[in-house]
Nanobody
Framework: QVQLVESGGGLVQPGGSLRLSCTAS????????MAWYRQAPGEQRELVAV????????YKESVVKGRFTISRDNVKSTVHLQMNSLETEDTAVYYC???????????????WGQGTQVTVSS
C-alpha cells in the first residue's frame, strides 16, 4: 500500500508559477513510476506527466506545451510538478499517482493522492 499526499496548490495569476509536491509513505517509492493527473470541473481526469523510477519523463504536450516539468527525489520519496506560465485553462484539481509505465508508453495508475486545487485567475 502506498499513501500519497499532495501539497503546493493554490491561487495564482495567469502567467504565474506553482510547484506541486507529492510525498509517498513507506519505503517502496523507488519501485513505482509516478505521475500527475488533473481534473477540471465537468471534465474527465487526464494524465499530465509521468516520470519513471529511472527518471524517464513523458508529457501530454497538448496540456503541458513545454511549461511543466516533472521530477522526483527518491531519497525524500517525493515527486514534483513545476508549472510555469500558468493559464486559466490549467485550473483543476491535480492528483499524484503511483503506478507503472510500460515500454510502449502506456501508464497504468495504481495509487492516488487526495488531490490539490490549482486555480489560475486574475
Amino acid at each position: 500500500q502506498v499513501q500519497l499526499v499532495e501539497s503546493g496548490g493554490g491561487l495564482v495569476q495567469p502567467g504565474g508559477s506553482l510547484r506541486l509536491s507529492c510525498t509517498a509513505s513507506g519505503n517502496i517509492f523507488n519501485t513505482y513510476d509516478m505521475a500527475w493527473y488533473r481534473q477540471a470541473p465537468g471534465e474527465q481526469r487526464e494524465l499530465v506527466a509521468v516520470i519513471t523510477t529511472g527518471g524517464i519523463t513523458d508529457y501530454k504536450e497538448s496540456v503541458v506545451k513545454g511549461r511543466f516539468t516533472i521530477s522526483r527525489d527518491n531519497v525524500k520519496s517525493t515527486v514534483h510538478l513545476q508549472m510555469n506560465s500558468l493559464e486559466t485553462e490549467d485550473t483543476a484539481v491535480y492528483y499524484c499517482n503511483a503506478g507503472s509505465r510500460y515500454t510502449n508508453g502506456y501508464y497504468f495508475p495504481s495509487y492516488w493522492g487526495q488531490g490539490t486545487q490549482v486555480t489560475v485567475s486574475s
